[in-house]
């Protein structure tokens, strides 16, 4: 069964970084294009970063361009988000799959919260 196993999440003031890790199991990951989404209260999960297999290219929502980063390594089956520059509207649970078309099956996800 495919797995995915985030970490990572926190508490953290605005302004503030957190880096996210997720350990991936039983997909081909280094042939996989990864991604990063969230899912704030109330609204509906969203892709907010991805990167493709072999890690050439990077793709972000505009409101996080410029803050967020998002990289892998095969060798671990892991992908990360690193987040600089928090802010509230960051607050949410953030989970990685597939992307752009996800796997039917998703992790517990992490939960961040950006709050003075």
């Known amino acids: 069964q495919v797995q995915f196993v985030e970490s990572g999440g926190g508490l953290v003031q605005p302004g503030g970084s957190l880096r996210l890790s997720c350990a991936a199991s039983r997909i081909p990951f280094s042939f996989t294009d990864m991604g990063w989404y969230r899912q704030s209260p109330g609204k509906q999960r969203e892709l907010v970063a991805r990167?493709?297999?072999?890690?050439?290219?990077?793709y972000y929502v505009d409101s996080l361009k410029g803050r967020f980063t998002i990289s892998r390594d095969n060798a671990k089956n892991t992908v990360y988000l690193q987040m600089n520059s928090l802010k509230p509207d960051d607050t949410a649970v953030y989970y990685c799959?597939?992307?752009?078309?996800?796997?039917?099956?998703w992790g517990q996800g992490t939960q961040v919260t950006v709050n003075a």
């Open positions: 990167i493709t297999n072999g890690g050439g290219r990077l």
């Open positions: 799959n597939k992307a752009p078309t996800p796997y039917g099956f």
